[in-house]
């Protein structure tokens, strides 16, 4: 082979284009660089797409643990309100706070018309589940 030829498959291929070893080493880092930014930002496009995926997942999750405690709040509180004496469940929130300050044996009292001096005309009142809880701490205490 002739040293002084040039070779033409080294600088030109067949299809008109230039070869890789045509081309400078400052192009190459160019291209390079192009597509390391390019890479770059496709990754972080997909990071983001799969964050926006998780926050709604964990959006939906966390409006269900909000709907089924919503409806645990509803539940107890109707329980507790059902443990309530009739007479002050049949009476309006307004006055139970107002007149009794919010004391069931007070509001209870008040509709029956007992007085506080322990009269024989009292009558037995129901005991409510806060009064139950009470006397069953002060029995199960030791002394």
Excluded: W
């Excluded at 030829?5 to 284009?17: A, I, K, S, V």
């Excluded at 509803?74 to 507790?80: F, R």
């Excluded at 509709?111 to 701490?137: C, H, N, S």
Aim: proline content about 6%; some cysteine.
């Amino acid at each position: 082979m002739n040293s002084s030829l040039p070779d033409t498959n080294r600088d030109t291929p067949q299809d008109g284009c230039l070869s890789p070893g045509a081309l400078s080493s400052r192009t190459v880092r160019s291209v390079n660089r192009e597509a390391h930014i390019q890479l770059a930002h496709e990754q972080r496009t997909a990071m983001l797409e799969n964050f926006d995926m998780e926050v709604e997942d964990k959006i939906r999750l966390m409006r269900a643990q909000l709907d089924a405690d919503k409806m645990d709040l509803i539940l107890k509180a109707d329980c507790d309100v059902a443990q309530l004496p009739k007479c002050v469940r049949d009476m309006p929130l307004a006055t139970f706070l107002r007149e009794y300050g919010g004391d069931v044996s007070a509001a209870v009292r008040g509709v029956l018309k007992i007085d506080d001096k322990g009269r024989e005309t009292m009558v037995p009142l129901p005991e409510t589940p806060l009064v139950i809880r009470a006397r069953r701490k002060v029995v199960a205490k030791p002394t």
